[in-house]
């Protein structure tokens, strides 16, 4: 199959609710996009799943439509990015799902971290993996999985149960069974890699209870993973040329992983990811993992998570009246009212509403607001909000200078937040550094494009940047950014009081323990 004479790359972006395919052509520009909803089921109180057949049906459905609309003749390949930490198990013989897929929000394996944690694995597990311990993460999930059904560990240890992320349950699906694979920055979130040799650890496997047997070929990002077969609509041999995780794919699509380019993901939370040279994962406050393998080698990510940004002023908006607003009423309101006034009055908003997340992980934090006085109106409070976002995105930058090889040169964002261009600037101005606002929405699935892009031609990564996507830039007021270093110091104090609590009585003592011992 000779792909110098077909143009088109058609990128998957399965996401939590969305699966979404883009045909993009030969000059990258997306041609056409097709979108199909998902379902997610919350059968329990922390319970998240998906069906797994479901999640191929919609995906395999717009695959189907983008190659349909650009002819399949002209399909040079297909390009996977994926919501990273979902794991799903099926039967090898039949393709049949275990159970429903375990989503990344579940935390029905909860009590098994604590498990971990009340055993000193903490230590162990970051070191080898470079993650905290947390239900978000694949292995504990796999477990749960494995538990589920008769014989499962029996089954999976001789090879009859595949376990893996949704990169790979897609490329099984794709090529008719034949594939069975993973890249590195799906593996990197299961906790059962090896940050340093980048192979399955067989200390994590033993301790989660995962046989190896049961676990996928980890390759590369950018390269060649199989080819399509026995799919309606969808043409035999069409190569699948690149699979990544989707912040992963982000960061690629922002700056192709150029140093100093840190990426931050604005939504209803938000993540902050840095592209490092090393895998150095001693900060307990982020997790280190593998961004991707560009077909040549690894590159390390330092990564934060946030729960609450978009939330905090969705949370403030409903608080103060705006939310009865119209969409584009409130998208107006938010724009301008924060520059209304000069400053919040000495007011701040640390949104900690489950906890705080990066770079202080302190799930019993609970939100405040100080520093109110009788002056204090709804625009000082929204400020306070859209301020509360930046201060955030800030303390996880600040704590990825812990680093060694990490350093700052421009704010790549994306998301729906970043619309607001007052934000935009108040965190320029804030981190003394250019803010790189991404025009194009569908920037996941143009990083994977552009993984596959690398593998069908061979070469730099700097023949890649004529296929960037266009950004809006905001510049630093370095005076005002030095003016603000104060008020980023109180935000600080404001953090404090979150997590202030009183001193527990003498005779607290710690919750059971369950009686499975951890090894």
């Given amino acids: 199959m000779c792909a110098a004479t077909k143009e088109f790359i058609i990128a998957l972006d399965e996401g939590t609710t ?21 379902a997610i089921q919350t059968p329990r109180e922390g319970w998240v799943e998906q069906s797994g057949e479901v999640l191929i049906d919609a995906s395999l459905d717009v695959i189907a439509k983008a190659i349909n609309h650009v002819g399949a003749d002209n399909v040079a390949a297909l390009a996977i990015s994926n919501q990273r930490e979902t794991a799903i198990g099926w039967y090898r013989q039949t393709g049949k799902p275990l159970n429903s897929a375990i989503t990344w929000q579940c935390t029905r394996s909860a009590a098994y971290c604590e498990e971990l944690r009340h055993a000193n694995k903490e230590h162990l597990i970051k070191t080898t993996t470079g993650l905290p311990i947390a239900p978000l993460f694949s292995a504990s999930k796999m477990r749960w999985l494995l538990e589920s059904v008769a014989d499962g560990p029996r089954l999976a240890a001789q090879g009859k149960i595949c376990l893996g992320t949704i990169d790979s349950w897609l490329l099984w699906n794709l090529t008719g069974g034949e594939a069975f694979c993973c890249d590195y920055s799906n593996a990197a979130r299961t906790q059962l890699l090896n940050l ?26 950018s390269g060649l993973f199989g ?93 103060t009246g705006l ?4 969409d584009a009423e409130l998208a107006h309101e938010l724009n301008t009212l924060p520059a209304s006034v000069e400053s919040t009055l000495g007011v701040y908003f640390v949104p900690a509403l489950t906890g705080l997340g990066a770079p202080w992980w302190d799930d019993s934090a609970r939100g405040v607001i100080c520093g109110l006085s009788r002056g204090v109106k709804r625009a000082h409070l929204i400020r306070a909000a859209l301020e509360s976002i930046t201060y955030q995105i800030a303390d996880v930058v600040v704590a990825m200078q812990q680093h060694e090889d990490f350093s700052v040169s421009a704010l790549m ?59 809006s830039a905001f510049q630093p007021d370095m005076a005002r950014h030095h003016r603000l270093q104060k008020r980023w110091q109180e935000w600080r104090n404001a953090v404090n009081r979150t997590r202030w609590k009183p001193a527990p009585p003498p005779d607290a003592s710690p919750g059971k323990m369950r009686d499975t011992p951890i090894h």
């Fill in 227 to 319: 080819y399509t077969r026995g799919l309606n609509g969808i043409a035999d041999g069409i190569p699948v040329m690149s699979m990544v995780g989707d912040s992963h794919a982000a960061l690629f699509g922002h700056a192709l992983g150029e140093m100093g380019c840190v990426k931050a993901t604005y939504g209803t939370g938000s993540s902050v990811m840095a592209p490092v040279t090393s895998a150095q994962c001693d900060s307990g406050a982020l997790a280190t993992t593998i961004a991707w393998h560009d077909g040549e080698k690894i590159i390390y990510g330092l990564e934060g998570n946030i729960p609450h940004t978009g939330d905090a002023v969705a949370w403030m908006a409903d608080s």
């Fill in 196 to 221: 340093h040799t980048g192979q399955w650890d067989d200390t994590m496997l033993e301790l989660f209870h995962i046989p190896r047997a049961a676990l996928p070929e980890i390759k590369p990002s």
């Fill in 18 to 38: 969305n699966a979404k395919a883009v045909a993009l052509d030969a000059q990258g520009q997306v041609v056409a996009k097709f979108s199909q909803p998902l």
């Fill in 413 to 471: 964002v994306d998301g729906g937040p970043t619309k607001n261009d007052w934000l935009m600037q108040y965190q320029a101005d804030l981190l003394g550094c250019p803010v790189m606002r991404s025009d194009v929405p569908e920037l996941s699935a143009i990083g994977a494009a552009l993984l596959a892009r690398k593998a069908l031609h061979p070469g730099s990564l700097t023949d890649l940047k004529a296929f960037l996507t266009v950004h």
């Fill in 323 to 326: 939310s009865e607003l119209s």
